[in-house]
């Protein structure tokens, strides 16, 4: 993996010159990944012939690697946003392929189901903030706090 | 008697009780009998209310201005002796 | 125990001893035990002067007859014919109906009790009148024949059949299809018990008890063909518990726990059927239904409407209109009490609740002047529905649809606040302190004889004495009752109450009705009049605007010339009236309105006279009010007095209109100063100057008087709505800060004011009998000659007819679902 990665910023340092590689080196999110354990693990053992599988709608990278590498840890993710990141990330399309509950990927899952509705999948960030916590209908907190009084007043016009 | 024709100035309103039943309210049962009709005539905007309950004792009540009211009670009266009664209710005048 | 609820309570007596009460161990009353047979008058209030509990007490099973049925006064015959032949069907079991669940004395003494006292509290507990009503026999002989049933031998009336013989001894056998009000059907056949000597079970229903059979309920026989009954009923059941709005009220769910068996043989697939529209207030999923024709038998005799029928036969069998009509009787609601599955359901209810959350209470309709029983179901500070409750002398089990769906007006166009109307036009919310000091600014301004006071259709007695006080103390005797006309005269009892009292109409036979339309006025005295005309096949002739009335009736015309005929002895239908046994003349009282109020009524009594309608025994001269606060403020004295000036409204400085909605604007003056005392904004307070929120009847405990002179009162259910108060209260409040202090602090120093001015409005759940007077008693005015003018409705529409009605959404989808046609 390491080797990959010298590999590609050379070649981005002899073609476009330093600034390309720097970009690669962010690219890569190698400093990130010297600051966050799981990162650096992935990279380090893991990506080292691995298969890149696919990439999913929001930029996440799926590797396979099925020699010499330890079977249960054979196939895994590397995600777009390396800041922010959580397992509720993966699609529902790539997540039956992640953990090994299946193994198609969506394309042939796309084959296999009949056509549904849906929308769009979205990290999940509650607890986050402000405005990713969730407030029922009656909590102060909510803007749109619903009125719970059981009759309507009169309202003279 | 002039004071039945009086009656409706001092009096606002008229109430008889008595028991529909019971043998302590013939007496004001006759008395209506007799005098509903004269009183009513002589002053026809009066209310003069017959309200029967079984088991009360029969009781002559009289609103006047301002909400005043008095009562007497007409059990063991014989019929002109509530006429008797009704006169005094209609010389109220405080 | 039902919250409100009077205490009926269960006495039970072995012969002579252990006399003691099954509901109330702590009740101190009844602890000895009177002699057997005695009959203790049967009252809501428990406790009775001389110290024992007023339940009715038949000594049944101790194979004597009670001796002296005919010496208590206070139960009407047939009543005390029903309780004394024990035909009080005990229901299945468990929460297995609508309609409330009112302990009565079971009287089933002998068997009660014996088999350990856990299951006789349980027994009591689930106790119903319900959902197959007490029956009313007419028992036309006094003979009773012996039967013996498991064992024990009993008296019975001869004409019981096998279901109500084991009734009276207390085993309750499971039905679906057996109503006591409706006519017999025997097709559901799960009430099949065994009778000795018969070679299969019979179906205990329809068959009638003879002399020396001998029943038999819980042998095997018997239990193998309820289980297959039951089998054969969920064979085609869909399994919709969990979505059905019957769950935990369902008499299927109920029975088939007791009497079915734990498993089904069924494989195949259910058969479905398409549901049925029948209109805005019932929903339908045909596909529950048993086909047990309870609807349709209630539709056709009881609501007069032949529009439910059944089509098909075996496994295609369908209930329904077939020619996609809705369901046109005013009375529709009830098939949704009587199908004991979920195919008939509310639909404004549907999905909102579930019967084991509901709070119930007790209380009394207010949409029209009947006072029908109702039991009012809520869930916190909301209704979520209203139900019937048993009154065989007023509303039996039933209730009109404007009763039963009126409810979520309750929750709409609330007045929660006091508001004062500002110079510029608006209302604006202030506290009650700011609210009452306006109107008693406004009261020291004006004098007495330009102040008025209105009382509206809804108010209870308790705000109608407060307001007449007040009003009098400050020196005003411009009081009227809107509705009702302003020279109403409320001095004898009899010439504005229904003499003949509710119950008492189904025994008459001829009827003469005048300017009232009774079913869409009273839709239950309609039934009870629809009874009497298939009972006793009476005769019924309207004068009034024409209207279906569900049976057959001669229309004489809308007009005031039939009536003059009448009275003259002129017209054919005169022999009628004069012939009959039991005659009744029901006169409606949007005649009160009409300018020659005095000579229709004239002309009236001329026709009671003539035809002895009022006789020795029988009162058949009745005056059907419209409103709820009608007959409370009549007995109150709620009219103009002495020194009323009503006629000259350029006069009027000063109105307090205690929720009365129906004032046209144009009659009040532009400077008026108007209070409105209410709980709807409806037309009244868009003219008010002064708005004081009050109370429904669903939140306040109030007095009410029935048409025919039945005291009844309301149960809180739900808390008032914002910053509103009871009504008298408030007039209480305002009594003080204007300086006329009214004597009274609680509600129980009002009800004693009652005593002081109509004692009958003490008494509550009784019924007065106003006296009969003779007809000369009252002068005749002279002066109003009878106009050539034809009657007009009282009500133009049925389901719009008060404050709340007009604020509800379901009212609103039945006038225009139901809007072309007739009765509406």
């Known amino acids: 993996m390491v080797l990959a990665f010298l590999r590609s910023t050379i070649k981005a340092a002899k073609d476009n010159g330093w600034k390309a590689a720097l970009e690669e080196v962010k690219k890569q999110g190698l400093v990130t990944s010297l600051l966050d354990g799981n990162l650096l693990a992935t990279k380090l053992w893991t990506d080292d012939g691995a298969r890149l599988v696919g990439v999913d709608k929001l930029g996440n990278k799926y590797f396979e690697k099925k020699v010499n590498s330890q079977f249960g840890r054979h196939r895994w993710v590397e995600y777009a946003d390396k ?68 009759y309507e007043p009169w309202q003279p016009t | 008697m002039s004071w039945r024709g009086q009656l409706s100035q001092i009096v606002r309103e008229l ?75 209609s010389k109220y005048a405080s | 125990m039902v919250r409100g609820s009077k205490c009926y309570k269960v006495l039970q007596a072995r012969g002579n001893a252990n006399f003691r009460c099954l509901i109330s161990p702590g009740c101190k009353a009844a602890t000895e035990a009177p002699a057997e047979g005695t009959i203790l008058r049967r009252n809501a209030a428990p406790i009775s002067d001389s110290g024992y509990c007023r339940s009715f007490n038949y000594a049944a099973f101790s194979s004597t007859k009670c001796s002296q049925p005919e010496s208590c006064t206070r139960i009407p ?9 024990r035909s009080i069907d005990v229901s299945s079991l468990g929460a297995s109906s609508s309609v409330q669940r009112t302990p009565v004395c079971s009287g089933s003494t002998g068997l009660i009790g014996s088999g350990g006292g856990l299951q006789s509290v349980r027994h009591l507990q689930t106790l119903a009148v319900t959902p197959t009503g007490p029956k009313i026999i007419k028992a036309d002989t006094e003979e009773t024949i012996e039967v013996s049933v498991d064992g024990h031998s009993l008296q019975i009336p001869k004409g019981m059949t096998v279901l109500q013989a084991c009734e009276v001894a207390g085993k309750e056998i499971p039905r679906f299809c057996y109503h006591s009000r409706l006519s017999i059907a025997g097709n559901c056949r799960m009430c099949l018990v065994e009778v000795e000597k018969t070679p299969k079970p019979v179906a205990s229903c329809a068959m009638p008890a003879l002399p020396g059979m001998k029943i038999k309920t819980d042998t095997p026989l018997v239990k193998k063909a309820r289980e297959g009954v039951m089998e054969f009923l969920l064979l085609n059941h869909p399994l919709d518990c969990p979505i059905c709005d019957q769950g935990g009220e369902c008499d299927l769910q109920d029975q088939s726990m007791v009497f079915g068996s734990d498993r089904g043989r069924f494989t195949d697939t259910k058969r479905s059927v398409v549901d049925k529209n029948l209109g ?164 020291h301004q004006v004098k007495p004889e330009e102040m008025a006071g209105v009382v509206g259709k809804l108010a209870d007695a308790e705000s109608i004495i407060a307001l007449k006080d007040f009003l009098n103390k400050l020196g005003c005797e411009n009081t009227w009752c809107e509705g009702i006309g302003a020279n109403i005269d409320a001095d004898v009892r009899s010439k504005y109450l229904l003499n003949t009292t509710i119950a008492g109409v189904e025994n008459a036979d001829v009827f003469l009705l005048i300017g009232t339309q009774v079913r869409k006025e009273a839709p239950l005295l309609n039934a009870r009049i629809r009874k009497a005309v298939r009972n006793n096949r009476a005769k019924v002739a309207t004068i009034g605007p024409p209207i279906d009335l569900t049976y057959d009736h001669e229309d004489l015309g809308d007009g005031t010339d039939a009536l003059i005929q ?48 009022v006789r020795d025994d029988w009162n058949g001269f009745n005056v059907l009010l419209l409103e709820a606060a009608h007959a409370a403020a009549l007995d109150l004295g709620f009219v103009p007095g002495v020194t009323a000036k009503l006629l000259s409204k350029d006069h009027l400085k000063f109105l307090y209109l205690l929720g009365a ?56 259910a739900v808390p008032s709505v914002g910053d509103a108060r009871d009504d008298w209260k408030i007039i209480r409040a305002l009594s003080e800060v204007v300086g006329v202090q009214l004597p009274y602090d609680s509600v129980s120093a009002v009800r004693a004011r009652f005593l002081a001015v109509s004692p009958n409005l003490f008494r509550v759940d009784e019924l007065e009998p106003p006296t009969v007077w003779p007809q000369s008693i009252t002068p005749r005015s002279s002066s109003s000659k009878i106009e050539s003018s034809p009657f007009i409705k009282a009500i133009d529409n049925f389901y719009m007819t008060n404050s709340i009605c007009r604020a509800s959404r379901t009212m609103a989808q039945c006038t225009s679902a139901f809007a072309n046609l007739k009765q509406i």
Request: net charge neutral; charged share 25%.
């Open chain 1, 83 to 150: 800041k922010q990141y959580n397992a509720s990330a993966v699609p529902p399309e790539w997540h039956g392929w992640l953990h090994y509950i299946t193994d198609h990927t969506p394309e042939q899952l796309e084959d296999l189901k009949p056509a549904r509705y849906g929308i769009e999948h979205k990290l999940n960030r509650s607890g986050e903030g402000d405005a990713y916590i969730y407030h029922s209908k009656g909590h102060a907190l909510n803007p749109k706090q619903r009125n719970w009084t059981r």
């Open chain 3, 280 to 443: 805005p207030l019932v929903k339908t999923v045909m596909t529950r239904c048993i086909h047990c024709t309870r609807c349709v038998r209630f539709a056709s005799e009881i609501a007069g409407v032949p529009d439910l029928g059944v089509l098909g036969r075996g496994g295609s069998e369908e209930i329904g209109t077939y020619v996609e009509n809705l369901m046109t009787s005013e009375l529709s609601g009830n098939v949704i009490d009587i199908c004991p599955v979920g195919a008939l359901t509310s639909k404004p209810f549907a999905f909102t609740a579930r019967s084991w959350e509901l709070k119930s209470t007790e209380s009394i309709d207010v949409s029209d002047a009947l006072g029908s029983n109702i039991r009012i179901d809520s869930r916190g500070p909301e209704v979520m529905r209203i139900i019937p409750r048993l009154n065989e002398e007023v509303n039996e089990e039933w209730i009109s649809d404007k009763t039963r769906f009126s409810y979520d007006g309750l929750k709409r166009q609330r007045l929660n606040e006091p508001m004062i109307r500002r110079p510029g036009g608006y209302l604006e919310p202030v506290t009650w302190r700011a609210a009452l000091s306006a109107v008693a600014q406004a009261v």
């Open chain 3, 661 to 716: 909605d129906d004032i046209k604007p144009d009659d009040i003056p532009k400077d008026a100063f108007v209070v409105y005392q209410g709980h709807h904004g409806d037309r009244s307070a868009y003219r008010a100057n002064v708005i004081l929120p009050g109370a429904a009847f669903t939140e306040k405990e109030g007095t009410y008087e029935s048409t025919e002179g039945r005291t009844q009162q309301t149960s809180p």
């Open chain 3, 77 to 85: 015959l047939n009543l005390m014919r029903a309780l004394a032949n």
């Open chain 3, 566 to 613: 009448i009275a003259e002895g002129k017209h054919p239908f005169s022999t009628l009236l004069s012939k009959a046994q039991h005659p009744v003349v029901i006169v409606g009282a949007g005649v009160f309105e009409r300018s020659d109020k005095d000579a229709v009524m004239a002309v009236v009594e001329t026709i009671v006279d003539q035809a002895k309608v």
């Open chain 2, 15 to 89: 109430r008889i009780h008595f028991c529909q039943t019971s043998s302590s309210s013939d007496a004001t049962r006759e008395f209506i009998l007799k005098n509903y009709k004269d009183l009513k005539t002589l002053n026809p905007g009066l209310p003069i209310l017959i309200r029967e309950c079984s088991g009360i004792q029969p009781r002559l009540w009289a609103r006047y201005a301002y909400g005043v009211e008095r009562s007497v009670p007409l059990e063991g009266l014989t019929e002109p002796q509530i006429t008797a009664k009704l006169e005094e209710l």
